[in-house]
């Protein structure tokens, strides 16, 4: 039984963010007929292959006008349901509350610099950060227990380039002004949110702070709402491929949590090892043509997932990834290493 299973309803969205490979992707833009959707989710609880589903992949869920009748699917199977939203359709979203486990936003740039970046046509930071503010207070409003709301911020997420800053010399500089950031974020909703105020407002920032900088990851604010922290991630090096950053050592050793927590099944119907692989080039199959339950059966899919149980990589994308849940070997992660700080050298000069 997998953790869960991940479903791409749609590969549209309506960021275009720089630090994301979806404004470029190759493959078509799909949303998830319902009726394929219908047929994992059977086959998922006929065979038992997980009790979670999440919304995930490469778009904005609230973009697939099915969206409704998929949560509803999968409520009525009694399975948990998780959505990852970039948050700009939250208004939309009031049928959320009782459909859905929990939510992630995915807020990431706290200010107006850097959601510049997500080149959201025309929204600015300001109406962004009241929209999902104001989705807050209404979920506070009915005092709401489901969902559990996870802010995601990820800190020094802004860039890919800042991969190389964070492993030169600069992390707590760039950690310290990301805090800065942060920390007028919370400001603003405490004052919004008026019972946040519960606690008092210097408290709740040194304590976040001091969450951050221990490593914890869920920070709780108040009733069912979290802020997420995470460091960022570009895409097993997808994002940097074409500054010939991609990995240039394969490694044929390693594991990866990502994968083993469960498949990825993209709105095309084709199933990829994980939603790092933003292209689908770890296909291993398609549950047009044939039953989840049978994909995952198969040697494709198998042979990848004992060999990631054993250490061994099968996957030739799998080989270059800089996946955020790659492990290498020392050896392996010495070199890694050194072949970043180069280029990142080299570029300093
Ligand atoms: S990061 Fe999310 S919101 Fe931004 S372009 Fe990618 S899928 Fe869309
Ligand atoms: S190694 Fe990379 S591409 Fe392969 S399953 Fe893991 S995250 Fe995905």
Not at 154 to 163: C, D, F, I, R
Not at 314 to 321: G, N, R, T, V
């Amino acid at each position: 039984m997998f953790e869960r299973i991940c479903i791409e309803v749609t590969n549209s969205c309506n960021m275009r963010c720089s630090f994301c490979p979806n404004p470029t992707l190759k493959r078509q833009r799909y949303s998830l007929p319902f009726n394929l959707f219908k047929a994992i989710i059977d086959d998922m609880v006929c065979n038992n292959l997980s009790s979670t589903v999440s919304f995930t992949g490469n778009g904005e869920p609230f973009l697939d006008v099915e969206l409704g009748h998929k949560l509803e699917y999968c409520k009525e199977h009694g399975l948990k349901v998780v959505v990852t939203t970039n948050g700009l359709l939250l208004n939309k979203a009031e049928f959320l509350i009782d459909r859905v486990d929990a939510l992630y936003i995915s807020w990431q740039t706290i200010n107006g610099n850097s959601f510049a970046l997500r080149r959201a046509n025309d929204w600015d930071y300001a109406a962004y950060e009241n929209n999902i503010i104001e989705y807050l207070k209404r979920v506070v409003k009915i005092n709401a227990c489901s969902p559990e709301i996870y802010l995601s911020i990820m800190l020094n997420a802004h860039l890919p380039k800042l991969m190389r800053a964070l492993m030169a010399d600069r992390f707590d500089s760039l950690l310290n002004q990301d805090e800065l950031q942060l920390m007028k974020v919370l400001e603003r909703m405490h004052y919004a949110i008026r019972e946040i105020r519960g606690e008092n407002l210097s408290t709740l920032q040194k304590r976040i702070i001091a969450d951050i900088r221990k490593g914890i990851v869920k920070i709780h604010l108040l009733n069912n709402i979290f802020f997420h922290i995470g460091q960022l991630h570009e895409w097993g090096g997808l994002l940097l491929e074409t500054s010939d950053s991609f990995c240039k050592l394969p490694t044929e050793q390693g594991t990866c949590r990502l994968m083993l927590a469960g498949p990825q099944i993209m709105a095309d119907g084709n199933v990829a090892l994980c939603c790092i692989d933003a292209e689908g080039c770890t296909k291993i199959g398609s549950v047009e043509n044939e039953k989840l339950s049978n994909v995952l059966r198969a040697k494709a899919y198998s042979e990848s997932y004992n060999g990631f149980k054993q250490g061994v990589v099968f996957q030739e994308y799998c080989k270059k990834c800089k996946g955020l849940w790659r492990h290498r070997s020392l050896f392996r992660n010495i070199l890694f290493f050194l072949e970043d700080q180069s280029a990142c050298l080299g570029e300093r000069l």
